[in-house]
Nanobody, 116 residues
Framework: QVQLVESGGGLVQAGGSLRLSCATS????????MGWFRQAPGKQRELVAT???????NYADFVKGRFTISRNNAKNTVYLQMNSLKPEDTAVYYC??????????WGQGTQVTVSS
């Protein structure tokens, strides 16, 4: 059974940092792009950052310079380092694996709450 399990969320003050992890199991995704998404209450899910199998990264404009996505294929884990957090970063954060053209494997999400 394929699983993606996020961890590392929590409550942090504005300006603080968190590091999210996404551990995968059941199959290897070392050859696949991975992404982090988020969904705030009342809003649609949005793309935060992606990383290819080769390590190329891409970020949404609203996190550029603050968040860093990385992966450790030996550990089957993808990370999202989040610095300089803002209250508007409050959301449930999801990791996902892309197979083909779609992100069709998803984790259950981890809550990130940034207080002002």
């Amino acid at each position: 059974q394929v699983q993606l399990v996020e961890s590392g969320g929590g409550l942090v003050q504005a300006g603080g940092s968190l590091r999210l992890s996404c551990a995968t199991s059941g199959r290897t995704f070392s050859g696949n792009a991975m992404g982090w998404f988020r969904q705030a209450p009342g809003k649609q899910r949005e793309l935060v950052a992606t990383i290819t199998s080769g390590g190329s990264t891409n970020y949404a404009d609203f996190v550029k310079g603050r968040f860093t996505i990385s992966r450790n294929n030996a550990k089957n884990t993808v990370y999202l380092q989040m610095n300089s957090l803002k209250p508007e970063d409050t959301a449930v954060y999801y990791c996902a694996a892309r197979v083909g053209a779609l992100y069709n494997y998803w984790g259950q999400g981890t809550q990130v709450t940034v207080s002002s």
